[in-house]
T-cell receptor, first 116, second 116 residues
Framework: EPEVTQTPSHQVTQMGQEVILRCVPI?????FYWYRQILGQKVEFLVS????????KSEIFDDQFSVERPDGSNFTLKIRSTKLEDSAMYFC??????????????FGAGTRLSVL | AQTVTQSQPEMSVQEAETVTLSCTYD???????LFWYKQPPSRQMILVIR??????QNATENRFSVNFQKAAKSFSLKISDSQLGDAAMYFC?????????????FGTGTRLKVLA
C-alpha cells in the first residue's frame, strides 16, 4: 500500500539554524499538508498546499516557515531560524483529488525536531 | 472555532476484551467528518474509521465501530476482541465539510495498551 514517507525520523539542530524537513507524498496525490505536535499537546495544522501554492495556513505558520514542492515527488517544510519552541513532531500528509478516499488524509510517521 | 477533546490520555485493555475510547467535539457546523487514526510507535498514522455527520448509521470496520451521538457531539471508538497489534496512540479528528477547509482538528490522543 502506498505510504507517505518522511525524512529524517529525528532531526537535532541548534537554535537559530535552518532546517528542512522532507516528505514524499503518495504519488498521485495533489493536496499536501504539514501538522505539528508539541510534546503532550494536540496535533496542530500548519499549512496546506495545492497546485504549487499555499491554500491555507494557521497562525503558527509565520514568516519563519515556508513550504515547497521542488520536484514532482518531494514536499518540504523549511524553518529558517529555529527556536526552542519549534521542537515538536512534524507530520506530513497528502490527499487525493477524487474517489472515495478524497476526504482522507494519509500521514507519514513524522519527523521529531529537537532544537537545542 | 472547532475543538476536539480526548479526555483519556491512556487506556488499558486485556487481550480479547473490548475497550471504548472517548472523543467529544465542539462545532456550530452541521456537516462535517470525524475520523479515528491509529499511530503505532514510530509508524505513520493510519485511518481506522471515519464518519460523515449526515449519516445517522454508526460506521463499522471489522472489530472497530463508533458510537456517533451528533446531538451530544460525541464520537467514541469501540475496539472489540482487542489484539496486541491494537496497541497504539489513537487520535480523534474533525474536518469541516462546509467551510472549504480540509484541515483536520485533532484531539490530544489516547494511548492504548493491550495486556496479554
Amino acid at each position: 500500500e502506498p505510504e507517505v514517507t518522511q525524512t529524517p525520523s529525528h532531526q537535532v539542530t541548534q537554535m537559530g539554524q535552518e532546517v528542512i524537513l522532507r516528505c514524499v507524498p503518495i504519488s498521485n496525490h495533489l493536496y499536501f499538508y504539514w501538522y505539528r505536535q508539541i510534546l503532550g499537546q494536540k496535533v496542530e495544522f500548519l499549512v496546506s498546499f495545492y497546485n504549487n501554492e499555499i491554500s491555507e495556513k494557521s497562525e503558527i505558520f509565520d514568516d519563519q516557515f515556508s513550504v515547497e514542492r521542488p520536484d514532482g515527488s518531494n514536499f518540504t517544510l523549511k524553518i529558517r531560524s529555529t527556536k526552542l519552541e519549534d521542537s515538536a513532531m512534524y507530520f506530513c500528509a497528502s490527499r487525493g483529488a477524487s474517489g472515495r478516499h478524497k476526504n482522507i488524509q494519509y500521514f507519514g510517521a513524522g519527523t521529531r525536531l529537537s532544537v537545542l | 472555532a472547532q475543538t476536539v477533546t480526548q479526555s483519556q490520555p491512556e487506556m488499558s485493555v486485556q487481550e480479547a476484551e473490548t475497550v471504548t475510547l472517548s472523543c467529544t467535539y465542539d462545532t456550530s457546523e452541521s456537516d462535517y467528518y470525524l475520523f479515528w487514526y491509529k499511530q503505532p510507535p514510530s509508524r505513520q498514522m493510519i485511518l481506522v474509521i471515519r464518519q460523515e455527520a449526515y449519516k445517522q448509521q454508526n460506521a463499522t470496520e471489522n472489530r472497530f465501530s463508533v458510537n456517533f451521538q451528533k446531538a451530544a457531539k460525541s464520537f467514541s471508538l469501540k475496539i472489540s476482541d482487542s489484539q496486541l497489534g491494537d496497541a497504539a496512540m489513537y487520535f480523534c479528528a474533525y474536518r469541516s465539510a462546509t467551510s472549504g477547509t480540509y484541515k483536520y482538528i485533532f484531539g490530544t490522543g489516547t494511548r492504548l495498551k493491550v495486556l496479554a
